[in-house]
């Protein structure tokens, strides 16, 4: 790995394993669930630790390992570890830090398998979250107790496109003495470095706009080298491993980040504007509207808006239910942040399980459409909206 210190694309690009002998330009995908000691001192040397090199692939691999590499340079971190999915990054983040009688102080509205850690299984290790609401944090204080170990967020919030000031997170952990994690999935390492405001670890679901194209799952935690250590340890035994396969697609996704991101972010802004000027739609939630609350707070901590709109509809389920169904090219998919567009309506599909007054808890109304915006001419997307909203 180079040690000089470049600018975020050439960190990207240029973060590399060692050339083989074959002198390939790309780097190869090491398929090897284990690697060779040369004697029985180099293996006792090697799990002792005294050495650090590869052993086994669900402890690291050489493309995992890069992966790895190029997120810590993009987030600032001292060091990371690669997971199966973002949900094992965020399971195993926690269990590893976490002891029976711990307290989690977290946003109400997280991602939704997140949020059942919290209700469903966490519980069951005497481990108990508090929440607080996204637009009221000048309470968050008021839910710290000395049990209190971890502070815990997602900026911009799914579905809602809610921002949280990251910086009065940092500074409210530092208070508190609490580790704060933020799973900064929709920002992407590109538009926000969470560490910058004082988080001590970032949580990716790669899954996402890192591959960006709809292939692979993958999921990462890069902050702080003890807590880390402490991750690793934990995940290098329980075996939540990125696949070597996963991780060299993903380190290759990375090298066109910034561009697919910046072009993402284009298209999403012009959709926005778009929405926003519709008879049929009642509100429109972009962090670059000018409109939106937190409009002030996304400038100062994302570089652009990200690639996910929100808006309401008129005329609630009823309405939402009827644009989705009359919506011609963009996709009806659970996944979001992909080359190709995606709506969704969550108060009839993902979250319809929920009465209205929980989904009214995570800020969604019944009109509520989330549009991952992509990457196809932005006027195909528009249209296909628009002839949908008519
Ligand atoms: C998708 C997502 C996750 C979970 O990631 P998977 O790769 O699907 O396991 C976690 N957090 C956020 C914000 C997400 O959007």
């Known amino acids: 790995m180079n040690e000089e210190k470049w600018n975020f694309e050439t960190e990207a690009i240029r973060t590399q394993l060692e050339r083989t002998n074959f002198l390939e330009h790309s780097t190869p995908l090491y398929l090897t669930s284990s690697f060779v000691f040369e004697d029985a001192e180099d293996m006792r040397a090697s799990f002792t630790e005294e050495k650090e090199r590869n052993i086994y692939s669900r402890f690291s691999n050489p493309n995992t390992s890069e992966f790895v590499?190029?997120?810590?340079?993009?987030?600032?971190?001292?060091?990371?570890?690669?997971?199966?999915?973002?949900?094992?990054?965020?399971?195993?983040?926690f269990a590893a830090l976490l002891n029976s009688g711990d307290h989690i102080v977290s946003a109400r509205s997280v991602f939704g398998s997140t949020h059942a850690l919290f209700t469903t299984y966490f519980p069951k290790w005497n481990i108990s979250t508090s929440y607080f609401n996204i637009n009221e944090p000048e309470t968050i204080e008021s839910f710290i107790t000395s049990n209190t170990k971890i502070l815990y967020a997602e900026s911009p919030t799914n579905p809602a496109i809610d921002i949280i000031d990251l910086e009065l997170l940092g500074s409210i952990a530092k208070k508190h003495n609490l580790i704060l994690i933020i799973d900064n999935c929709f920002a992407t390492p590109y538009l926000q470095q969470p560490i910058k405001f004082g988080a001590h670890l970032v949580i990716h679901s790669a899954t996402k706009l890192i591959d960006g194209q709809g292939r692979v799952l993958g999921g990462v935690t890069?902050?702080?080298?003890?807590?880390?250590?402490?991750?690793?340890?934990?995940?290098?035994?329980?075996?939540?491993?990125?696949?070597?396969?996963?991780?060299?697609?993903?380190?290759?996704?990375?090298?066109?980040?910034?561009?697919?991101?910046?072009?993402?972010?284009?298209?999403?802004?012009?959709?926005?504007?778009?929405?926003?000027?519709?008879?049929?739609?009642?509100?429109?939630?972009?962090?670059?509207?000018?409109?939106?609350?937190?409009?002030?707070?996304?400038?100062?901590?994302?570089?652009?808006?990200?690639?996910?709109?929100?808006?309401?509809?008129?005329?609630?389920?009823?309405?939402?239910?009827?644009?989705?169904?009359?919506?011609?090219?963009?996709?009806?998919?659970?996944?979001?942040?992909?080359?190709?567009?995606?709506?969704?309506?969550?108060?009839?599909?993902?979250?319809?399980?929920?009465?209205?007054?929980?989904?009214?808890?995570?800020?969604?109304?019944?009109?509520?459409?989330?549009?991952?915006?992509?990457?196809?001419?932005?006027?195909?997307?528009?249209?296909?909206?628009?002839?949908?909203?008519?």
């Open 222 to 390: 890069v902050g702080s080298a003890d807590l880390i250590r402490d991750i690793y340890l934990f995940s290098r035994n329980t075996g939540p491993a990125l696949s070597p396969f996963n991780a060299w697609v993903l380190s290759k996704s990375l090298e066109t980040l910034s561009v697919r991101v910046d072009k993402h972010c284009e298209n999403a802004l012009k959709v926005a504007e778009f929405l926003e000027a519709h008879p049929n739609v009642n509100w429109v939630k972009y962090p670059f509207l000018k409109s939106h609350p937190q409009y002030e707070v996304a400038k100062k901590q994302m570089k652009l808006g990200g690639n996910i709109v929100a808006f309401e509809i008129k005329g609630g389920i009823a309405a939402g239910r009827k644009f989705i169904n009359t919506i011609k090219m963009c996709s009806l998919s659970a996944n979001l942040g992909d080359t190709r567009s995606i709506v969704t309506h969550p108060a009839s599909t993902t979250h319809s399980k929920l009465s209205e007054d929980e989904r009214l808890g995570v800020s969604i109304t019944d009109g509520l459409v989330r549009v991952s915006v992509g990457l196809e001419h932005v006027d195909d997307i528009i249209n296909d909206l628009k002839q949908a909203l008519n």
């Open 69 to 93: 590499e190029k997120i810590c340079k993009m987030e600032g971190a001292e060091s990371g570890y690669a997971f199966a999915t973002g949900m094992a990054a965020v399971f195993s983040t």
